[in-house]
Nanobody, 112 residues
Framework: VQLQASGGGLVQAGGSLTLSCTAS????????MAWFRQAPGKKRELVAQ???????DYADTAKGRFTISRDNAKSTVHMQMNSLKPEDTAVYYC???????WGQGTQVTVSS
């Protein structure tokens, strides 16, 4: 049972990245999934979440710029991040909320 995150990297301000998180060994299609992030010296914070029925919710900092989606056939949750800002720099983590199962983090760095 694990979550494997990928897609982080270095991008200039205004650029885009897509994060992906693939689950194995879980009943992915019925679980609520989320992306969190943690910047240096700050607490881990919720960025976006998606329910089994596709309903989504976003932190104010992500609204209008980030889009979370899921592909149940591939047990994968994605997060498309547009118009990135330097303050989006953080380690991003995916979470299976129902299992309290964290993926390993993926670093996103946005240069000004």
């Amino acid at each position: 049972v694990q979550l494997q995150a990928s897609g982080g990297g270095l991008v200039q301000a205004g650029g885009s990245l897509t994060l992906s998180c693939t689950a194995s060994g879980t009943s992915f299609r019925i679980h609520r999934m989320a992306w969190f992030r943690q910047a240096p010296g700050k607490k881990r914070e919720l960025v976006a979440q998606i329910w089994r029925d596709g309903r989504t919710d976003y932190a104010d900092t992500a609204k209008g710029r980030f889009t979370i989606s899921r592909d149940n056939a591939k047990s994968t949750v994605h997060m498309q991040m547009n118009s990135l800002k330097p303050e989006d720099t953080a380690v991003y983590y995916c979470l299976d909320i129902d299992l309290s199962l964290w993926g390993q983090g993926t670093q996103v760095t946005v240069s000004s």
